[in-house]
Structure formats: structure tokens, C-alpha cells
């Protein structure tokens, strides 16, 4: 998959978006603004208006024309109607923020069937869900859509020394960006793999490790689902670049603080 459309979109929808500080759609609207994003932004809201200065849009079917990524924040059982009506528009890259799936009993494991059904049904490429969101800093395209506290401080324009951080605990990214942010550590990319029902930590490794801007990969991992494909793309990646691993969950209580 070409995951271009995820780090380093032209155009995008945020379904959900808002000006409430304490939702989730109020946090990712001025982190966008904050990362400098210089594309297209068109909030979805049924109340309309003007949300962080974008003019928004009452339903996905009113966003003219198509964008290339659709950021989904709304609660768990509107998601799959959200993710169809975004398919009927002709948005075919799709960040799913919210919970509420895999991890969430039988009811969430029938929604994430279903999710993953009609991904198939009409050639969606899916980010999450159940995840913090994805920062992709390149002085040449700067990108934000996520609800962690704070960014990355990013690097300068024609830097290579870029550090990308994917990472199966959106906690740990919050913490890793506090403690790069503290000491002007180059972290650029940040990535919130969540349930992974497309895209895992190798299909993130793979794209950012072709990145010139990045110099070295940091990965936080408590599974792999295809062990031989990390493998091969591990080491092609760690051919060029540094590629850093911790593995959680190794001992009884770390298994249990990954659990």
C-alpha cells in the first residue's frame, strides 16, 4: 500500500471536528493547525460553521471535491456508516481514531468484521482503529492529525538525521515526544499503530524507512501478526539506517502492563 496519503496528504476531512477542548475532535483540529498543514482542511460537523477558521460541512457527502485522507473521530457504533458514506465520496484513505473494535468484546470484534469487510468490498486502505493518530513533521510537507498532548519537534529543512518513533502504546508516544521535545532530540515522525487492521508496525517501518529525511527508525512493539514480513523489511530498512526495538511485554509483569 502507498501510505502517502497518510503522512503526507494534500487534502483532508476531519469527521467529527469541533471546538471543545476536552473532545477528541476539539484536540485534533489545533494540533493540524499547530504542525503548520498547509493542504486543504474541511471539517464535517452536522452543526456546520466555521471550526479553528476552516469552513465546515454538515455531512461527509458535501465535501467537494473528494480529499485524500479522511480523519475519523466520532463515537464507535457511527464509525462504519462514516467509513461508507467516505467510500461512496470517493475518499479511500482513512485514519479511524476512536475505539470500540477488536479490543472491545464481541460487540467491538463483530464491528471490526465489518470494518474490515467493507474496506475489501470497496479498496479502503485503513490507519487504526483505536489509536492516537499519525505526525509526519518533513519540513517539506508538515503533518498532524492526532490527539496526543503535544508534536514532535520536528527537524530542519534538509535534514536527514529524522527520528521516527512507531509504537503500539499511544501512551509511550506521549511520553517519548515529552522526553524528545525536553531534549531537542530530532523526532519527526510519530506513529499510533492502534489495532492494526490493515497496517501494522512493518508496513509503517517500510514506508518510513525509505524516507531520506529519516535517519534512524525507534520502534515500542508488543506483537507482530506477520512475523516473516517484519523480518524482511526490518532488515532491508536496518541495511540502510539504524533501526532501534524495544519489545514490551517479555517478562510476567511487563506481559501484563501489554495485556
Known amino acids: 500500500r502507498d501510505l502517502s496519503p497518510l503522512f503526507a496528504p494534500r487534502s483532508i476531512a476531519v469527521v467529527g471536528a469541533g471546538e471543545r477542548a476536552t473532545s477528541s475532535g476539539g484536540a485534533v483540529m489545533p494540533l493540524l493547525r499547530q504542525a503548520g498543514y498547509g493542504g486543504r482542511v474541511v471539517p464535517v460537523n452536522p452543526k456546520g460553521g466555521s471550526i479553528f477558521g476552516y469552513e465546515a460541512v454538515t455531512s461527509i457527502g458535501a465535501i467537494d471535491p473528494p480529499v485524500d485522507l479522511a480523519v475519523i473521530i466520532i463515537r464507535p457504533d457511527a ?20 475505539g470500540g473494535f477488536a479490543e472491545a468484546g464481541p460487540v467491538g470484534v463483530a464491528r471490526n468484521e465489518a470494518l474490515l469487510k467493507l474496506a475489501a468490498e470497496r479498496g479502503l486502505t485503513i490507519a487504526g482503529p483505536n489509536c492516537a493518530g499519525i505526525v509526519h513533521l518533513d519540513p517539506a510537507w508538515r503533518f498532524a492529525a492526532t490527539f496526543l498532548r503535544d508534536l514532535p519537534p520536528g527537524v530542519t529543512s534538509g535534514a536527514r538525521n529524522g527520528l521516527a518513533f512507531i509504537s503500539q502504546s499511544g501512551a509511550l508516544a506521549e511520553e517519548f515526544i515529552d522526553k524528545a521535545n525536553a531534549r531537542g532530540m530530532p523526532l519527526m515522525s510519530v506513529v499510533s499503530v492502534g489495532n492494526a487492521v490493515h497496517l501494522g508496525v512493518e508496513d509503517y517501518l517500510a514506508w518510513l524507512g525509505d524516507r531520506p529525511e529519516v535517519g534512524a527508525a525507534l520502534l515500542y512493539v ?3 501478526e506477520d512475523h516473516e514480513r517484519f523480518r524482511e523489511v526490518a532488515r532491508r530498512v536496518a541495511a540502510a539506517k539504524p533501526v532501534i526495538a524495544l519489545f514490551g ?6 506481559g501484563k502492563a501489554a495485556a
Not at 464509525?79 to 476512536?98: F, H, K, T, Y
Open 79 to 98: 464509525v462504519l456508516e462514516a467509513v461508507r458514506e467516505s467510500a461512496d465520496r470517493g475518499i479511500r484513505n482513512i485514519l479511524i481514531l476512536p
Open 249 to 254: 511485554g517479555r517478562t510476567e509483569i511487563g
Open 222 to 224: 508488543e506483537s507482530i
